[in-house]
């Protein structure tokens, strides 16, 4: 396959050379199981608890309180369950309407009267049209039946950050487990668990150069718990399943690269990011872009090119190598517009010709300006076949 360029880093990234060369190891001649008693297994287990401390050291948490998940949806389901299950007896649960499926579904399901282990009472709060949350609303929103508030720290469609250290300590002002799912925002934004009032906290491995199958949720010293699989004592009890060694090591390489890109995240990956953005909208009459404009993910942009499909751009984009994203992966296959941009208030039309385009430390400037070259003439031409565009384009001649 001739080379790609690759814009769809919040669905999925490439696993980092580093990361495959650390792992490696690990599936052909150290394949003991780190629960054995013999030497061989025990020299693995020092290697997951490296692990584990460099996944700690990336989000500034202690390693006793990384547990080792499969994915970002367990981490997520893990958390949520348990904090219904430790707060027996309160019967509420608070999260967004913009949450990625993997907390949305579930808080779905908890929320629906008849369903197993539902009847919980769900808020979604709303969001602005920017995509940004109103603190207040989680203020009136809270009360003495509330168990959790769940509320993601970055949006995996449009970028947008949520002021998390205050939703925790109005949280924690009342005695409401705070959980929030990081899984875009770990390894693009710096964080210190230490200092922020957060109780739990998802991240996925292949969201940051990591393979897929492999994620981790964080939780806080002395915040109860409650196990969402059962089985043997791994993970000090907290997590059943024999470990996933090589995948373990490679989060924690993928950890420690994540920690030592950080700062070119916030330079040249949102530099690169920002042409992007300037370029299409400058070059694509009436585009406008999806989300808040400062706070917001370095490496993602959405942007509605209104009056076309989204799915056309992204088909004419794949034949010039460009993939993008129309809305979180999770969703294409489906026509329906996105959940948050219609949250967000996005009209119809400009909601179904939306595109993210998210980036990596691995994306050049020529890769940009190739799409910067290439998308414009996409979005004219579409616009000149779809009536509401031809309409559009009229009115946009001077
Ligand atoms: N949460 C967010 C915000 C995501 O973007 C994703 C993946 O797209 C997930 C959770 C699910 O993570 P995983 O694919 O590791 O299950």
Known sequence: MSKVIYLDNNATTAVAPEVRQAMEPFLTEYYGNPSSMHTFGGQVARNVEEAREQVADLVGAHPTEIIFTSCGTESDNTAIRSALAVSAGRRHLITTRVEHPAVRNLCHVLGQEGSVGGGYRLTELPVDSQGMLNIADLGDALDDDTALATVMWANNETGVLFPVEDVGALCRSRGILFHTDAVQAVGKVPMNLAD????????????????????ALYVRRGTRFSPFMLGGHQERNRRGGTEPVPSIVALGKAAELAKARLQEEQTRVRALRDRLEKGLLAKCPGAMLNGHPTARLPNTTNISFEYVEGEAILLLLDQHGICASSGSACTTGSLEPSHVLR??????????????????VYNTEAEI??????????????????????DELARAKP
């Open 369 to 390: 300006d190739k799409v910067i070259e290439v998308l414009p003439p996409i979005i004219r031409r579409l616009r000149e076949i779809s009536p509401f565009g031809r």
């Open 343 to 360: 949250a967000m208030g996005v009209p119809f039309t400009a909601a179904h010709g939306s595109v993210r385009f998210s980036l990596s």
């Open 196 to 215: 922020l009032p957060v109780d739990m906290l998802s991240l996925s491995g292949h969201k940051l150069h990591a393979p897929k199958g492999i994620g």
